[in-house]
């Protein structure tokens, strides 16, 4: 009965993992995967997440279903962290929300929830490149995907000029997707002052008023607190496209702030107009979540919620999430160090350091990442993207040596 079922090409992330696993040799280094390793390539589970644990085990609570939107509990809480206490939607109770089933979920609720209410253009636009499995998430969820130029290949840093361009010839209504902070894959982010400018663009269609902008933002927030090691800072772009008058959509995910992956803990919002708006989206939400889940997963969203109501917690926590983004801060600096400073490495290597959050696109050629696969047991994605958390002081010589010899051919 499958016979016309053709075979599908594999993950290409997952596939790292593989050729990683299948290798024997002692020096070998996975940096495919997005997920943060200690000094000693280990994962990571933070301080504060077992001492919520502990809690929640204490309190020998039960294992009923949440609500169809999840820990009502956590849906304010994360709201606060992400939009800031003193967000407008927020204090005036417009901000419509789900938990999720991580970033993932959310960004398909978000593609589903738009597919079926947004009242533009059903276009949604990725930059180029983007995490990879956006377009896939956003076509099967029933959005026409389209890009805009964002990476400069040549100085591997923001294509300024073409991002505005492109943006700026976007049909009348379509839905922008706006990595904000950490962009995955490349580790190159806009400034704040460019930030405002895409803020202008996204609203200005000259005469139109912000609540009929030009298009549609919709922010995917995979990686608060993993760039500067700030949640604060890192939630500038998106506090500010609100503090403009933005209406928004919202995917955040606590996999990698709170190493939370397996557990799935995300959220999707959408800011409203009113309470009353606010309403009618969150029973529309409900009925498009029921039938795909029914609700979400309880354990992870008790341990988000209990680091998030409590301040001593949730001030350890903020310090175990400068400590990850410190460690890969430094990586990126010993990183540049010996590939400018003591191998001489031909080529420019300021972006390693420029660059931010779990990843760094190296600029290395995809024969490059090959030879470094086969030659020296690393292994890292095709385009020459490394995950910098998987660098540490024990592997770190090693790497820049095997990346010398790359280039050098
Ligand atoms: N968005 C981006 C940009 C990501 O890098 C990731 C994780 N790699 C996600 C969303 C979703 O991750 P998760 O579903 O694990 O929260």
Same mark, same amino acid.
């Given at each position: &009965? $499958?016979?016309?079922?053709?075979?599908?090409?594999?993950?290409? &992330?997952?596939?790292?993992?593989?050729?990683?696993?299948?290798?024997?040799?002692?020096?070998?280094?996975?940096?495919?995967?997005?997920?943060?390793?200690?000094?000693?390539?280990?994962?990571?589970?933070?301080?504060?997440?077992?001492?919520?644990?502990?809690?929640?085990?204490?309190?020998?609570?039960?294992?009923?279903?949440?609500?169809?939107?999840?820990?009502?509990?956590?849906?304010?809480?994360?709201?606060?962290?992400?939009?800031?206490?003193?967000?407008?939607?927020?204090?005036?109770?417009?901000?419509?929300?789900?938990?999720? &089933?991580?970033?993932?979920?959310?960004?398909?609720?978000?593609?589903?929830?738009?597919?079926?209410?947004?009242?533009?253009?059903?276009?949604?636009?990725?930059?180029?490149?983007?995490?990879?499995?956006?377009?896939?998430?956003?076509?099967?969820?029933?959005?026409?995907?389209?890009?805009?130029?964002?990476?400069?290949?040549?100085?591997?840093?923001?294509?300024?000029?073409?991002?505005?361009?492109?943006?700026?010839?976007?049909?009348?209504?379509?839905?922008?997707?706006?990595?904000?902070?950490?962009?995955?894959?490349?580790?190159?982010?806009?400034?704040?002052?460019? $930030?405002?400018?895409?803020?202008?663009?996204?609203?200005?269609?000259?005469?139109?008023?912000?609540?009929?902008?030009?298009?549609?933002?919709?922010?995917?927030?995979?990686?608060?607190?993993?760039?500067?090691?700030?949640?604060?800072?890192?939630?500038?772009?998106?506090?500010?496209?609100?503090?403009?008058?933005?209406?928004?959509?919202?995917?955040?995910?606590?996999?990698?702030?709170? +190493?939370?992956?397996?557990?799935?803990?995300?959220?999707?919002?959408?800011?409203?107009?009113?309470?009353?708006?606010?309403?009618?989206?969150?029973?529309?939400?409900?009925?498009?979540?029921?039938?795909?889940?029914?609700?979400?997963?309880?354990? +992870?969203?008790? &341990?988000?919620?209990?680091?998030?109501?409590?301040?001593?917690?949730?001030?350890?926590?903020?310090?175990?999430?400068?400590?990850?983004?410190?460690?890969?801060?430094?990586?990126?600096?010993?990183?540049?160090?010996?590939?400018?400073?003591?191998?001489?490495?031909?080529?420019?290597?300021?972006?390693?350091?420029?660059?931010?959050?779990?990843?760094?696109?190296?600029?290395?050629?995809?024969?490059?990442?090959?030879?470094?696969?086969?030659?020296?047991?690393?292994?890292?994605?095709?385009?020459?993207?490394?995950?910098?958390?998987?660098?540490?002081?024990?592997?770190?010589?090693?790497?820049?040596?095997?990346?010398?010899?790359?280039?050098?051919?």
């Amino acid at each position: &009965i $499958w016979n016309h079922v053709p075979a599908g090409p594999p993950d290409p &992330i997952l596939g790292i993992t593989e050729a990683f696993k299948a290798d024997k040799d002692p020096r070998k280094i996975n940096l495919g995967v997005g997920a943060y390793r200690d000094e000693n390539g280990k994962p990571y589970v933070l301080p504060s997440v077992k001492a919520a644990e502990d809690r929640i085990y204490n309190a020998k609570a039960d294992k009923e279903y949440l609500p169809i939107t999840g820990l009502g509990e956590l849906n304010k809480l994360a709201a606060k962290l992400a939009y800031g206490a003193e967000s407008a939607p927020l204090l005036e109770g417009r901000i419509a929300s789900t938990q999720s &089933i991580s970033g993932t979920g959310a960004l398909r609720i978000g593609g589903a929830f738009l597919a079926r209410h947004y009242p533009g253009v059903k276009t949604i636009y990725l930059p180029v490149p983007s995490w990879g499995n956006h377009t896939p998430l956003f076509r099967d969820s029933g959005l026409e995907v389209k890009g805009y130029r964002y990476l400069d290949k040549k100085t591997i840093g923001l294509d300024f000029a073409g991002l505005k361009e492109d943006l700026a010839a976007a049909p009348e209504k379509s839905i922008v997707l706006l990595h904000a902070c950490a962009h995955n894959p490349t580790g190159v982010d806009p400034t704040p002052e460019q $930030w405002a400018e895409i803020s202008d663009i996204v609203k200005v269609s000259i005469q139109v008023s912000v609540s009929n902008a030009r298009l549609f933002p919709f922010f995917d927030f995979a990686y608060q607190g993993f760039a500067s090691g700030d949640t604060t800072r890192d939630a500038f772009a998106l506090r500010y496209f609100v503090s403009q008058g933005h209406n928004i959509a919202l995917a955040q995910s606590f996999a990698k702030n709170m +190493g939370l992956y397996g557990e799935r803990v995300g959220l999707f919002s959408v800011t409203t107009s009113s309470p009353e708006e606010k309403a009618r989206v969150d029973s529309q939400i409900k009925i498009l979540v029921r039938p795909l889940y029914s609700n979400p997963p309880l354990h +992870g969203a008790r &341990i988000a919620s209990t680091i998030l109501a409590d301040s001593l917690l949730s001030a350890q926590w903020e310090k175990e999430v400068k400590g990850m983004a410190d460690r890969i801060i430094s990586m990126r600096n010993e990183l540049y160090n010996h590939l400018t400073h003591d191998l001489k490495t031909p080529g420019e290597w300021g972006h390693i350091k420029s660059q931010i959050g779990m990843f760094s696109f190296t600029g290395l050629t995809t024969p490059q990442a090959k030879a470094l696969g086969e030659k020296a047991h690393i292994y890292m994605t095709s385009e020459g993207r490394i995950s910098m958390a998987g660098l540490n002081s024990h592997n770190i010589k090693y790497f820049a040596d095997s990346v010398d010899a790359a280039v050098r051919g």
